[in-house]
């Protein structure tokens, strides 16, 4: 089973803050996909990187994925209350079609 | 142009009923997998069905649980007798090929076993 883990788990930060989620395996992945997921909603899609080193920026966000696909990083600046929520990362291996999700971590961002 | 389509939203079942879970794909979309979430866990792999085949089930549990997606209509979780640890979230997502990166999700059933 291939585990992703999310570092931090929680992460409180009050309005123009800067913060960084990692995303971590020790299983190569063929890409790597960032979700953020509201209460009693389904997680939607923010990002999807495919190749190592890759670095693609949304707006205030900005995803990387590591040089040897094991790992990735979502830095968002100038956090703002709408960025709460559940930041999920989810991974395909191979030829797998199916999604392996991360842990998660849930970002509150106060005034 | 919508989503993937879920109902219903919410669902309360009493111990040994069945569970019908619906799902939609987007338009153009002929692939469906579902994920279930249980209460402070994250989303685990359940099922991945292409139109009239099970593809890949090796999530699903042994016992009460069936998926499948007809030529016409949804794709249904079905969930036979359940049991309160059946209790959670369940997604459907969809994509328009299997080699495609993206998934898209449904906003998802939340099922209830009293």
């Known amino acids: 089973t291939q585990l992703l883990e999310q570092s931090p788990q929680f992460l409180s930060i009050q309005e123009g803050e800067n913060l960084t989620v990692y995303c971590n395996s020790s299983s190569v992945f063929s890409s790597l996909q960032w979700y953020r997921q509201e209460p009693g909603e389904g997680p939607v899609l923010l990002v999807t990187v495919v190749t190592g080193g890759e670095v693609k920026k949304l707006k205030r966000l900005t995803f990387q994925f590591g040089d040897a696909r094991k790992d990735s990083s979502l830095h968002i600046t100038a956090a703002q209350p709408g960025d709460t929520g559940l930041y999920l990362c989810?991974?395909?291996?191979?030829?797998?079609?199916?999604?392996?999700f991360g842990t998660g971590t849930r970002l509150q961002v106060t005034l | 142009n919508a989503g993937v389509m879920q109902n219903p939203r919410h669902l309360v079942r009493r111990r040994g009923q069945e569970a019908r879970l619906r799902c939609s794909p987007m338009k153009g979309h002929s692939h469906v997998y579902w994920y279930r979430q249980l209460p402070e866990e994250g989303l685990k792999f359940m099922v991945y069905?292409?139109?009239?085949?099970?593809?890949?089930e090796s999530g699903m549990p042994k016992e009460r649980f069936s998926a499948e997606f007809p030529k016409e209509g949804p794709s249904i979780l079905r969930i036979q007798q359940v049991v309160r640890g059946d209790s959670a979230a369940y997604f459907c997502a969809s994509s328009p090929s299997p080699i495609s990166y993206e998934q898209y999700f449904g906003p998802g059933t939340r099922l209830t076993v009293t």
């Open positions: 989810a991974g395909f291996t191979g030829t797998a079609s199916k999604l392996t």
């Open positions: 069905l292409q139109k009239e085949n099970i593809i890949d």
